[in-house]
């Protein structure tokens, strides 16, 4: 069964050398160009961090649709919810084949506003909506809560892991796999340069989740997933 290998990308990555890195990975059978919904870069508050919208936009003027893109995750409380819609949901359903994570947000790597916006009346009208279906638009949620676990079965959406362990993963499995036709896929975030992987009857999707390094290193490690 062929992996579906997808990449996270680092928050520096449009500073230096974007157009030879997107050139690079076009050269691989990269599946999906995922980027992430941060205010600061979680490698350190000394680093540069792309804006989700204008780096999904700057993505996708060079891809010309050859590699899909994709969210990992939108936090859907960092915001009000007209903004959300208006300036992330609206304009992320424009792009085809997007790949949209959402979740509720931490505080792991940065303090951000809560809104508590309501996820489940979200799902349900980003998966109701015209674009999502004319699009193909696939669409799946982070976290683990059981509250997330039954989003999943309700909604027929896919659902992320960020590492993690294996039992938590197999909890995850075992759900998505009584889903017919799925509107997502079921995904593990792991360490590009550390990948641990577990073993599955399902052809779920690896997301690799880069750092941010100079063109050398970058190369090296698109090899490395790749070879």
Not at 109 to 117: A, V
């Amino acid at each position: 069964m062929k992996k579906i290998n997808s990449v996270l990308l680092p928050g520096e990555f449009f500073k230096t050398d974007f157009l030879e890195k997107i050139e690079k990975l076009k050269s691989t059978e990269v599946d999906t160009l995922y980027l992430f919904d941060h205010g600061k870069n979680p490698a350190g508050n000394d680093l540069e961090v792309y804006e989700l919208i204008d780096g999904i936009y700057k993505l996708y003027e060079v891809i010309n649709d050859q590699i899909s893109l994709g969210v990992c995750v939108l936090n859907i409380n960092a915001r009000p919810l007209q903004e959300l819609y208006n300036e992330y949901i609206y304009k992320l359903l424009e792009i085809k084949n997007l790949k949209l994570g959402i979740g509720t947000g931490d505080d792991k790597f940065e303090k951000r506003p809560n809104f508590s916006n309501d996820i489940e009346k979200i799902i349900n009208e980003v998966v109701d909506s015209n674009l999502f279906r004319k699009n193909n638009i696939s669409l799946f949620i982070g976290g683990h809560s059981e509250k997330k676990l039954n989003l999943i079965k309700k909604y027929s959406i896919g659902i992320n892991q960020w590492m993690g362990t294996k039992k938590s993963f197999e909890e995850k499995e075992s759900i998505f796999a009584q889903i017919d036709n799925p509107k997502g896929n079921l995904s593990l975030c792991l360490k590009a340069d550390n990948p641990i992987f577990f073993d599955s009857e399902l052809n779920y999707e690896y997301i690799y989740i880069l750092k941010d390094s100079n063109r050398e290193i970058f190369f090296e490690t698109i090899d490395n997933i790749f070879r």
